[in-house]
Each structure stands twice: as C-alpha cells, then as structure tokens.
C-alpha cells in the first residue's frame, strides 16, 4: 500500500471517528486535546529511559518525563499531521517534519517548537512567483509531504518525502536546499522510465555528516559517502529469486544502522532486508510468520544485535542476536497499525501507531506496557 494511501485512509478515518463521537459536546481543536482513540502517531524520540516525545496527526506532540506514567502536551502551533522526529547528540536541537512540506525545529529539547520554510515544491515550475499566480484555483502549487527527517548535529539535517523531494540544511535550518534525487535509468523503455521516475522517499538515515541511507518505492535504496551530494542505488543486490522484474521489488518504509555496516529495512508484503556490509550487499530475511503479508512499516537494531520489526495489523517479529525472526508478543493482541518502534538502550522501548496506541518496555521487550490506547 503506497504511504499517500495510507496516510489519507488514515486521516480520513480519524475524521469520521470525530464526527460519529461529536454529538452535542464542542470539542477542542485536535492539537489541544488529551488523547483519544481517533489519535494517529507516527514517531517517537526518547532521549532517555523516562523521556519520550511522541508525535501525529494534527499537529499532536505529546511528552512524558515518568516513562509514560503521566502526558502533557506541548503545542505544535500546527494542526498538520508530523510524521517524523530526530535530535541531534545534544538531546536539544531537534526537528520535526510532516504534511504540506512542515518543518519545525526546537532548540530547548522538544519544549517549544517553531516553524521553517524550505518551499519543498512538488512542481518544480511553482518556484517562480509567476507561475504560481497562474495556476487554476483547483490546481494550485502545493508542498510536497516530508515523511522523515535525520539530524546529523545542530547544524546539519536532512529529509525527505513525495516526488524524490530530497532538502538539505547546513546552518540549523536558516536555508534549505532543495533537489529532486534523479537517476538515468538508461536499460530501461521510456514507458519503464516515465513509471519509474521521482518515487516516494520514505526513510532516511545519516550515519555521520558523510554517510546516508534513503529508501523508498520500488524498493529504492540509495546510499552517500559525500554527505549527499551524489547519490548511487543499491536495490539491485536485494533482488533474489522471488523477484522477477526489478520493478517488483517492495516498497520500503524504514531504514535503520547500527554502525557503518549493520543495517535493516523493512516494507511491503511482509519484507525484511538486512545488510552485514554497509549495503553493498542486501538480502531479504524471512520474517518466518506465514500470515505477515501486510507492510512492515520500522525496523530497530538493539545495541546487543536484537532486532525488532513491526507495521500493519498488529504485526511484530523480533530476531535475538544470531537468531531468525519469529512472532513477536506484546502481552495482549494489537490489531491496528503500528507505525514505529525505537529503543533507547538494550532495555528501554517505545512503540506507536494507529488508535492513540502508545506501548513502552524496560526489559528489552519481555514485558510491554500500554501507555495509551
């Protein structure tokens, strides 16, 4: 399922749930309310074992300080969806990315947030003030959605999202570049071409101020040594016997290393991919449930080499060190999507999704407790 389908069914749902519990009470604007069933949350960062920041649709931040005892919100000044939250090492400079090209930055740990405009247009021609005037009223210029973002220190950060938008900051967010990633497809016919061309980005993640990873449709994954000034694929080493044709190859969600060489993404139908040598060589892993045919939408790698997958329909599987993937247990059936996971330490993990489900662990995962939902 493409995540703009998946993202509009969602808010689209949300909406409804609104309207069938709205009766006769006047309810807040969403991004003022406490929690409720009809939340979406998209990602979670948590700078230690009691703090964790979660955030989602319509523009909710929520925080804990207790380890998910106790929530306060903290105002986004957006009713937008945020999709995706990083820091830098400091644990205070950190970004925020979302829906119609949102960027918000807070320099005070997640206390307060303000808003940046890089002007991440979907149409390349809408930069010119002119052509902008002259689009029709039913189809003006719009800002592409930016699905992730990743913090490399205070002052450089890069994200992604819709139509290979890819928007680079070198001084915390002040200017932005802004480019479409491009390739020349050159085996391939122009019908192939045109159908390949700008895929959605959906994850991206820098090692170092050098070292990135993106992943996104047709199970793309590009890789930079240069701090993305060149991009090169290296989807083709995923490809095994059960892929034909190398547009078959899985859209992927979410991308994750531990170190230079041990990586792993995860996507449509199910898939695992993993990597022991900086990507030059991917394969996909059995995730060894034969009912997971949904999206697996994030993937984690624990300090000890545990590594967690988790996405649509309540669907986990966890790999401890050395070992093959099987059925996760969160102590109680999940039914609704989980959209990401992320653990602080071999201990210490949270879990978001769909339903205002927020679920956190402090044994590595033995023992899940939900927050939330």
């Known amino acids: 399922m493409n995540w703009r389908t998946f993202a509009a069914l969602t808010l689209a749902a949300a909406g409804a749930l609104a309207a069938g519990c709205h009766h006769e009470d006047v309810w807040e604007p969403l991004a003022e309310q406490k ?90 021609a809408c930069k010119d003030p002119e052509e902008r005037k002259l689009r029709p009223e039913d189809k003006p210029c719009q800002f592409a959605y930016l699905f992730a973002v990743s913090v490399i220190d205070e002052n450089n950060v890069a994200a992604i999202g819709d139509k290979s938008i890819y928007i680079r900051s070198h001084d915390g967010g002040k200017s932005w570049e802004v480019r479409t990633l491009k390739f020349d497809e050159s085996d391939m016919g122009a019908d192939l071409q045109l159908a390949y061309e700008d895929p959605v980005l959906y994850d991206v993640q820098y090692l170092d101020a050098n070292n990135g990873y993106i992943v996104g449709e047709f199970g793309k994954i590009y890789h930079t040594t240069d701090g993305g000034q060149t991009w090169g694929q290296q989807q083709e080493s995923i490809m095994d016997d059960s892929v034909l044709d190398i547009l078959d190859l899985p859209t992927l969600f979410d991308i994750e290393f531990t170190d230079s060489n ?102 590595g995962g033995k023992t899940w407790y939900r927050r939330i939902g």
């Open 35 to 124: 929690i409720y069933v009809a939340d979406k949350f998209f990602d979670v960062y948590a700078p230690d074992a009691k703090r964790a920041l979660v955030i989602g649709y319509g523009g909710k931040i929520i925080e804990t300080t207790d380890g998910g005892s106790s929530w306060a919100q903290i105002q986004s000044g957006t009713d937008l969806a945020l999709y995706s939250i990083d820091f830098a090492k400091d644990k205070k400079t950190g970004w925020i990315v979302g829906q119609q090209g949102l960027i918000l930055k807070t320099t005070d740990g997640g206390k307060t947030w303000a808003q940046q405009d890089a002007q991440p247009w979907l149409d390349s």
């Open 262 to 363: 041990h990586g792993i993404a995860c996507g449509l139908d199910g898939r695992i991919a993993t990597t022991d040598d900086g990507g030059n060589d991917w394969n996909f892993v059995a995730n060894n449930v034969p009912e997971y045919i949904d999206p697996f939408y994030s993937a984690t790698i624990l300090p000890n080499g545990t590594r967690w997958v988790v996405g649509s329909s309540g669907q986990v599987v966890v790999a401890p060190p050395g070992k093959a993937f099987a059925k996760g247990n969160l102590g109680s059936e999940v039914y609704n999507w989980l959209r990401r996971v992320r653990f602080v330490d071999d201990k210490t993990g949270w879990l978001v999704g769909g339903f205002g489900l927020i679920m956190n662990t402090d044994d």
